[in-house]
Antibody, heavy 120, light 107 residues
Framework: EVQLVESGGDLVQPGGSLRLSCVAS????????MNWVRQAPGKGLEWVSY????????MYADSVKGRFTISRDDAKNSLYLQMNSLRDEDTAVYYC?????????????WGQGTLVTVSS | DIQMTQSPSSVSASVGDRVTITCRAS??????LAWYQQKPGKAPKLLIS???SLQSGAPPRFSGSGSGTDFTLTINNLQPEDVATYYC?????????FGQGTRLEIK
């Protein structure tokens, strides 16, 4: 069974930093591309970032470019999101989502999410 | 970026009804359209990929159709457990974009 478990969400002040983690199990993590998707309270889904299997191909939403960094550690079956210069509008549940092997732009399995609250 | 527009934003229907949700892309995306179901307090779950391909385990009362810019999600014989918010997503290109969601309620 595919499982994705996020952690690291917390209350942080504007301008602060946070690192989210996602541990994968039930599939061969190293051969899958991965995404982060977020959802502000009561709002819709917003794609945040993507990483390929080598860890060198990365993409970001314009709203987080230059502030967030996606990375992975295949030895630990883990995906990360380093979040710097956090803003109020970054408040959201952050989901780790696996990319389908047949279509990289298709998240096929999602974790349960971790809540990031940016507030003074 | 490709904009995705869903309608309606909310719908209320009775058990046993047929419900139709539409999604329009701001430019052609071939059949690279997915539908997700998100129940309250839960993560989104992939229901349909490639516009009409039902995911394993999804009830056959769900179906999808369309290509190019116009797509439809149909739920036949609506059940109480279908209460959720439904999102379309274009899988044609990055950045991935989602519709704003359609909240489905039971009358």
């Amino acid at each position: 069974e595919v499982q994705l478990v996020e952690s690291g969400g917390d209350l942080v002040q504007p301008g602060g930093s946070l690192r989210l983690s996602c541990v994968a199990s039930g599939f061969t993590f190293s051969i899958y591309r991965m995404n982060w998707v977020r959802q502000a309270p009561g709002k819709g889904l917003e794609w945040v970032s993507y990483i390929d299997t080598s860890g060198t191909g990365k993409m970001y939403a314009d709203s987080v470019k230059g502030r967030f960094t996606i990375s992975r550690d295949d030895a630990k079956n883990s995906l990360y999101l380093q979040m710097n210069s956090l803003r109020d509008e970054d408040t959201a549940v952050y989901y780790c989502a696996r990319a389908s092997q047949s279509r990289w732009q298709l998240p096929d399995y999602w974790g349960q999410g971790t809540l990031v609250t940016v507030s003074s | 970026d490709i904009q995705m527009t869903q309608s309606p934003s909310s719908v209320s229907a009775s058990v046993g009804d047929r419900v139709t949700i539409t999604c329009r892309a701001s430019q052609g995306i071939s059949s690279w359209l997915a539908w997700y179901q998100q129940k309250p307090g839960k993560a989104p779950k992939l229901l349909i990929s490639a516009a009409s391909s039902l995911q394993s385990g999804a009830p056959p009362r769900f179906s999808g159709s369309g290509s190019g810019t116009d797509f439809t999600l149909t739920i036949n014989n609506l059940q109480p457990e279908d209460v959720a918010t439904y999102y379309c997503q274009q899988a044609n290109t990055f950045p991935i974009t989602f519709g704003q969601g359609t909240r489905l309620e039971i009358k």
